[in-house]
């Protein structure tokens, strides 16, 4: 159901960085970390608003020591 929410944000607001934050936190959960981190690289170039939150979320607890979603937290923080 949650999936099903994101993906309505997505609908009425298209450039939305919560639209493929929520998805990510979505694919994460389900064990989908390639799918995770495609939608999480898009929030990130969408300006997620508080990109310090990414590492401690626990959504991502399971991708927190691959150097693909540790990439993407220090390129999110530095707003780039």
Known sequence: EAGLTFQHICE?????S??????????????DKAGALAKL??????????????AVDPAFSSM?????FMALVARANDGK
């Open 64 to 68: 927190k020591d691959d150097p693909a």
């Open 41 to 54: 690289e898009e929030a990130v170039t969408r300006k997620v608003p508080n990109p310090s939150q990414i």
């Open 12 to 16: 009425v607001v298209p450039g939305a």
């Open 18 to 31: 919560s639209c493929p934050y929520g998805q990510a936190l979505v694919l994460a959960t389900t064990g």
